[in-house]
Structures are given as structure tokens and as C-alpha cells.
């Protein structure tokens, strides 16, 4: 039987400092939300990269800081530049 797609941007996780962070999908499946990426661009795609916005928020200095606190960590890191210079300012 023929199926339809749809692509829909992403789910807006946080904003904060006008720097918006989205989730990322398991294989794009908007029903299988990653635990631990994140994307800085309502777009990303799981596939992608860090040069695509993407970024696994246990890589992030700040999750060292705040382990198990997903937005405090993200909204240190959007702080700190940290996020700004990993995923080299794509937002």
C-alpha cells in the first residue's frame, strides 16, 4: 500500500537567550524522541552532524557540571558560548 511522508520541524525543547534548541528524532521518526541530542535548528535531522546544529547535550562541559539536568546543562552551555562554538554558531 503507497504511504505519504511529511517532514514537520521539531519539537521546540527550550529557549533561552534567544538561542532556540529543538529535539531530535530516532531515524526521523517523530514518534521516537532522542533522550540526549538535541539540535539548534528546527530541521536537524538524526543523521546530521555538530555542523548541522546537532550535539549530544552529555558532551557538553556543563553536563559534567549538572549530570542528569538536560535544560541546565543546555542553558549553561548556551551561556558559557560553549553551544555557540560546538555546533560552530548554527542557530
Do not use: Q
Amino acid at each position: 500500500m503507497p504511504y505519504e511522508i511529511t517532514w514537520v520541524d521539531a519539537e521546540l525543547f527550550l529557549e533561552h537567550n534567544d538561542m532556540c534548541i529543538y529535539h531530535i528524532y530516532k531515524d526521523d521518526d517523530i514518534d521516537n524522541r532522542r533522550e540526549y541530542h538535541y539540535c539548534t535548528n528546527p530541521k536537524g535531522r538524526d543523521s546530521e552532524g555538530v555542523e548541522w546544529g546537532v550535539f549530544d547535550v552529555r558532551d557538553l562541559k556543563a553536563w559534567t557540571d549538572n549530570p542528569g539536568d538536560i535544560a541546565g546543562a543546555i542553558r549553561a552551555a548556551i551561556e558559557s558560548s560553549e553551544l555557540s562554538l560546538l555546533t560552530g554558531g548554527n542557530y
